[in-house]
């Protein structure tokens, strides 16, 4: 009988079986090989990409060598709280790190955070302000009186947290010494240069002062600024009728400085917007418009325009100046004006904006006064801060004129 040799005997596979066996085990080893290599790849970058956060969540030590050292900027005697806001780091870094910029945007997110973190309107300031008004600080004296020799003794001993008047940031402070109603006499302590909290302790003798008369009077105290080339600037000022203190020995008090009472609120506002653009390394200051302005001239009335200067590290960079509005008390001027400002100087750049009245037979009067930086007042570092805080918009804010 004939058999076939190449037919299979019973129970044993044929070649085609054999064949697919074969392509599956293959197939299934790769899979597993593929699937192996795909879950290493995948450990190996997963803790590539954690490294990498923690690294980027990590203050790098240049950022944290420019905090301590602007941690010993002058702030007015405010303790600088430093410390991040938990949870709110990470979530910045990791944005700027899946988010690729330019060196100069770097720097200006630098620069903000360093601001809003440092500048004496920090949001702390910000949330108070709107119940309290601005800190002028506040004097410390003494005051008594000598029966047997009637002699009033007025003591000018220190004053603290004095706000900076000057661009440089600090102040030239002095005290005038005066019992109302009688203005014409009047006496002085000391200048005390660039101090914000100086110490006098200077004493002050008016003799021959009978007391039925003495207690008709207010001690008035004022403290201002000196100023070498100008009118000096009022910083704040205290009064206390001497008929409500106990003269028969020397009383000391410690006072809060209030506002003087020819201030800023009769000099008049003047409406202004910052406009800050960092590729450009330029700041826009457009003068806008004024109301209230305090008259200057015998009329009634005044001829006002602005000056504008641009300072740096307490040296005069650059001056522009409005047209003039002819007897205006509510000019409307809506000039701008551009200065090249690079991104790393702005921290010790101050904008001077000065409303002057218009004389042609003497010297030009000044209306009032404003300074722009991050180390102003409250307001003046509130709009600096908007200002940066949102660059290529222009900012616009009324701002009260200062002596």
């Known amino acids: 009988m004939y058999r076939d040799p190449e037919a299979a005997s019973p129970g044993a596979p044929t070649r085609d079986v054999l064949l697919v066996s074969a392509i599956i085990t293959v197939s299934l080893s790769v899979t597993v090989v593929l699937c192996g290599l795909c879950h290493w790849c995948q450990r190996k970058l997963g803790k590539r990409y954690k490294n990498s956060l923690e690294t980027v969540g990590t203050p790098d030590s240049g950022r944290g060598r420019s905090e301590k050292k602007a941690i010993k900027l ?36 630098s620069l903000t955070s360093e601001m809003l973190m440092l500048s004496p309107g920090s949001e702390e300031d910000e949330a108070h302000e709107g119940c309290s008004r601005e800190n002028l600080g506040r004097i410390q004296f003494s005051v008594g009186y000598n029966f047997q020799e009637s002699t009033l003794t007025v003591k000018i001993m220190k004053a603290q947290e004095l706000p900076a ?52 009077r207010v001690l008035y105290l004022q403290v201002l600024d000196y100023d070498r080339f100008s009118r000096n600037d009022p910083i704040g000022e205290v009064s206390i009728p001497l008929n409500k203190v106990d003269l028969t020995q020397m009383q000391t008090f410690w006072k809060d400085l209030k506002p003087c009472s020819d201030g800023s609120g009769s000099r008049g506002e003047l409406l202004l917007s910052l406009c800050y653009n960092p590729s450009a390394n330029s700041i826009i200051v457009n003068i806008i418009k004024a109301r209230n302005l305090k008259a200057m001239d015998i009329g009634g009335t005044s001829d006002p325009y602005v000056k504008v200067w641009l300072m740096y590290k307490d040296k005069r960079v650059e001056k522009k100046k409005t047209v003039t509005m002819k007897r205006n008390l509510n000019p409307i001027f809506n000039e ?68």
């Open 165 to 216: 008047k000057d661009f440089s940031g600090t102040s030239d402070p002095f005290v005038k010494i005066y019992l109302l109603p009688d203005k014409k006499h009047k006496l002085e302590t000391k200048v005390k240069r660039k101090n914000l909290n100086p110490h006098w302790n200077e004493t002050f003798l008016f003799e021959g002062f009978p007391y039925e008369k003495v207690v008709q």
């Open 74 to 109: 002058p702030t007015g005697g405010k303790v600088v709280n430093t410390a991040p806001v938990p949870g709110q780091t990470p979530h910045d870094e990791s944005d700027r790190r899946t988010e690729p910029r330019s060196s100069v945007s770097d720097l200006v997110n």
């Open 336 to 403: 701008s004006f551009a200065f090249d400002i690079p991104t790393e100087k702005l921290r010790e750049t101050t904008i001077i904006i000065t409303v002057m009245d218009k004389d042609k037979l003497s010297r030009n009067d000044v209306i009032g006064k404003i300074y722009l930086s991050w180390k102003s007042g409250p307001g003046e570092v509130k709009h600096w801060k908007d200002m940066i805080a949102r660059p290529r918009q222009p900012v616009a804010q009324w701002h009260q004129l200062k002596a």
